[in-house]
């Protein structure tokens, strides 16, 4: 059963949470709901046993898990990405 829940929310917030929304193909609703559900799942239901029991994976960070798995980047490619980054 769904129900109405409303937020008070700075405007600022609002416009970027529906810019973020919109580029997702996404409702506001739909993406607090998934945020929700990430703080509900306990630690042995997580997929990666890397992250720590404490904290809490946002839906931004959910999404970008694993994208970088099908590329070849070495370890001193990534220290001079870092070096040149400062």
Do not use: C, F
């Not at 739909?30 to 306990?42: R, V």
Request: charged share 35%; net charge positive.
């Amino acid at each position: 059963m769904k129900a109405k829940l409303t937020l008070s929310l700075d405007e600022k917030l609002i416009l970027k949470a529906k810019r973020y929304a919109k580029s997702r193909g996404m409702t506001i609703s739909e993406i607090i709901a998934e945020y929700i559900e990430t703080l509900e799942e306990s630690p042995t239901s997580r997929r990666s046993a890397v992250i720590d029991e404490v904290e809490t994976i946002t839906p931004i960070a959910k999404s970008l898990r694993g994208i970088m798995k099908s590329k070849k980047i070495s370890t001193v490619d990534y220290k001079k990405y870092l070096s040149d980054k400062n």
